[in-house]
């Protein structure tokens, strides 16, 4: 997952520059000894990785153990709604099946998030995007992918299919499963109704290509004029996932 690993250090070291460039930390040019300008090397450098492990201490985190999902699942729209209708706490969850930083969500707070949608402390509204479908091999995977996870709720299977997709999830810039294959997913883990017809002829991608343009345009999911995901908000208010405690702090204020 080479290309995916260079874009998570891209987007790391843009966030250190951004953050040192705010402190009012500029390298300096000429008229420094070798021994200072060694010493103020150094010292930028160690402010890079501070900052950068800051800002992705939360992709670091040890995953926990999977949770078996006792929760009702529910389609609106393209956003599959989990949990109890009256919990307290509502989480909006925008994610792309391509994106390696939503796999690490996924991957260290997707336990989390069962047990609180089990015990009815949460429900949460998974927002099928596609901004990758230019980065799989032919065009278009991350489409295909958030039409099969529509398609997984009436099947019968979404938790376990939102799960294997992550598990599973092909590179960047790599090919992406096709429809046949994502077929074959959903079929292993019991898929039932019209489960093959639905993920082949992905009959939801323009009501995703449609939700997709409209949250990146909304500037209450943006960060920095730019919309990306994982995007996170919590009872509509948008959160900073480099804190690595905003999940425990959602269930202490709800």
Not at 70 to 85: E, F, H, R
Request: aromatic share 6%; net charge positive; with cysteine.
């Amino acid at each position: 997952m080479g290309g995916a690993s260079r874009n998570e250090r891209q987007r790391r070291q843009q966030a250190a520059r951004q953050r040192l460039a705010a402190a009012g930390i500029t390298p300096k040019k000429s008229g420094l000894a070798g021994a200072n300008r060694t010493s103020v090397i150094l010292v930028a450098i160690v402010l890079v990785i501070a900052v950068a492990v800051g800002v992705g201490v939360w992709l670091s985190r040890t995953p926990t153990a999977p949770v078996a999902a006792n929760y009702p699942v529910a389609l609106d729209g393209t956003v599959i709604a989990a949990g109890q209708t009256n919990a307290p706490i509502t989480i909006d969850v925008y994610e792309d099946y391509l994106c390696p930083v939503c796999e690490r969500f996924e991957t260290t707070y997707g336990p989390q998030l069962a047990t609180a949608l089990n015990e009815g402390k949460i429900k949460v509204n998974y927002h099928s995007t596609s901004i990758l479908d230019r980065y799989s091999k032919p065009a278009g995977y991350s489409t295909l992918a958030a039409n099969a996870g529509m398609c997984a709720v009436p099947a019968g299977i979404w938790p376990a299919f939102h799960k294997e997709l992550y598990d599973t999830q092909p590179a960047e810039g790599g090919a992406g499963f096709t429809a046949a294959q994502l077929v074959e997913k959903g079929k292993a883990l019991g898929a039932t109704g019209d489960w093959e017809a639905c993920v082949t002829g992905n009959q939801n991608a323009a009501a995703i290509t449609a939700a997709t343009n409209q949250a990146a345009a909304n500037p209450a999911l943006q960060t920095n004029g730019q919309f990306g995901t994982p995007t996170v908000a919590i009872n509509g208010q948008k959160i900073d996932l480099s804190n690595g405690n905003w999940f425990k702090e959602a269930l202490r204020q709800g």
